[in-house]
Nanobody, 124 residues
Framework: QVQLVESGGGLVQAGGSLRLSCVASGSISSIDVMSWYRQAPGKQRDLVATAAIGGTTNYADSVKGRFTISRDDAKNTVYLQMNSLQPEDTDVYYC??????????????????WGQGTQVTVSS
C-alpha cells in the first residue's frame, strides 16, 4: 500500500527557514512528478513547486528565489527547502506524487497520491 508522509513543518519567525520532507512508501517503481502544494482554510490548494523525474523543476512566482525543491529517487523522497519565510507563507503544505507506479497483487498500477499535510506557521 502506498503512503506519502510529510514532516518538517512547524512555527518559525519571519526571515527564518524550514525544510519539509515527504517520503513515499510501498512497492514503488517510479514517480513522474513530485510536488508541493499549500492551502489555507477555506481557500483552494495552490501549487508551490514541482520536480519531474528528469530533473526539471518549476516554482510559483511567489516562492521563486526563496524555496528550493529537490528529490531523491533512491529514497522516493521530495524535499522543500524554504528560506526567507514570510507570514504569508503560513499554510498547510501537502506533498503530491503524480504518475506514481507501484506493484500490488501481481501487477503494476499508476495513480496520483497525496500526503496528509504539515502545518507551516510564520510569525511576524
Amino acid at each position: 500500500q502506498v503512503q506519502l508522509v510529510e514532516s518538517g513543518g512547524g512555527l518559525v519567525q519571519a526571515g527564518g527557514s524550514l525544510r519539509l520532507s515527504c517520503v513515499a512508501s510501498g512497492s514503488i517503481s517510479s514517480i513522474d512528478v513530485m510536488s508541493w502544494y499549500r492551502q489555507a482554510p477555506g481557500k483552494q490548494r495552490d501549487l508551490v513547486a514541482t520536480a519531474a523525474i528528469g530533473g526539471t523543476t518549476n516554482y510559483a512566482d511567489s516562492v521563486k528565489g526563496r524555496f528550493t525543491i529537490s528529490r531523491d529517487d533512491a529514497k522516493n523522497t521530495v524535499y522543500l527547502q524554504m528560506n526567507s519565510l514570510q507570514p504569508e507563507d503560513t499554510d498547510v503544505y501537502y506533498c503530491n506524487a503524480a504518475g506514481l507506479k507501484y506493484f500490488d497483487r501481481w501487477r503494476y498500477y499508476t495513480h496520483d497520491f497525496w500526503g496528509q499535510g504539515t502545518q507551516v506557521t510564520v510569525s511576524s
